[in-house]
């Protein structure tokens, strides 16, 4: 069991992080892409993650592959964080206090499904809400603690071995040969 999961981590996982090591892009788009990718992918909306961490990456030159990734790897937070952010959304915005157990959901759909619906909603967009009033701080400090750990990991790029101009004795001479043009006669 133990190397399936092994070879499945390697496979699916660290393979496809290093491959975009790999890709060449420099340490700041790097530390970019994990941010939005990091970001969109704790957004508490489920199901819309691929669709916006898309579309922002397309918008800010990103490489749409890896934000995608990164917000995928991230859905476990997502899944934790959905409730912390029910309860900021509602403290923020001076809510009632919504039952989350189940039990109580359960009785609130049986007694009247709509009206449960609508709480739902409700604390779905106070999540959504505290998380748009966290995304901005949250994704500048991810950035800011990535990009000097990606500037020490990433390879450097390859920089001409000498910053001096290029000697002329190594400049081949080329000939072009000039014919004259013809005298025009008025």
């Known amino acids: ?3 399936i999961l092994s070879a499945f981590y390697k496979r699916r996982i660290a393979q496809p992080v ?3 090591l790999r890709q060449g892009m420099t340490p700041h788009k790097l530390a970019v892409t994990v941010a939005l990718g990091t970001v969109v992918g704790i957004l508490p909306a489920l199901g819309v ?12 030159r990103l490489n749409i592959a890896a934000t995608v990734l990164v917000s995928y790897l991230v859905h476990p937070l997502q899944l934790v964080l959905i409730i912390p952010f029910i ?3 509602i403290f923020v915005f001076g809510l009632d206090e ?12 049986r007694s009247d499904w709509l009206e449960a619906l609508s709480k739902l909603w409700v604390a779905n967009l106070a999540a959504v809400s505290a998380w748009a009033i966290l995304a901005f701080p949250i994704g500048v400090a991810l950035y800011y603690a ?10 450097k790029p390859l920089t001409p071995v000498d910053d001096k101009a290029i000697p002329a004795e190594l400049i081949p ?3 072009i040969p000039v014919t004259p043009e013809a005298e025009v006669r008025s």
């Open 1 to 3: 069991m133990s190397t």
């Open 18 to 20: 290093f491959n975009l």
């Open 49 to 60: 993650t691929t669709v916006l961490g898309t579309a922002l990456a397309a918008r800010f």
């Open 87 to 89: 309860r900021a959304g």
């Open 98 to 109: 919504l039952r989350l157990t189940l039990d109580e959901m359960l009785a609130m759909f």
């Open 146 to 155: 990535l990009l000097p750990i990606l500037r020490r990991v990433l390879p």
């Open 173 to 175: 001479e080329v000939i």
